[in-house]
């Protein structure tokens, strides 16, 4: 925080110029964890998908009837 304050004394275009580094850091950062997420959960989807008719035939009374 004082480093930021300490730029920031020095002149509004350091700032400015610090500001939009720090944001650039920030954003990819960001983006880089909802890209591996994003990638995480989709295979997560993938694989799980084919097991819930399976899991729901197992917890219905009639599973002919009321499961395809």
């Known amino acids: 925080m004082f480093l930021i304050a300490a730029v920031n004394l020095r002149g ?4 400015v110029e610090l500001d939009v580094v720090l944001t650039v850091v920030e954003l990819s950062g960001l983006l880089t964890v909802i890209g591996l997420g994003f990638r995480d959960v989709a ?6 998908g ?3 008719p399976v899991t729901t035939a197992e917890e219905a009374k009639d599973p002919g009837r009321s499961s395809p």
């Open 50 to 52: 084919p097991e819930d």
């Open 43 to 48: 295979g997560v989807f993938a694989v799980e």
């Open 12 to 15: 509004v275009s350091e700032g």
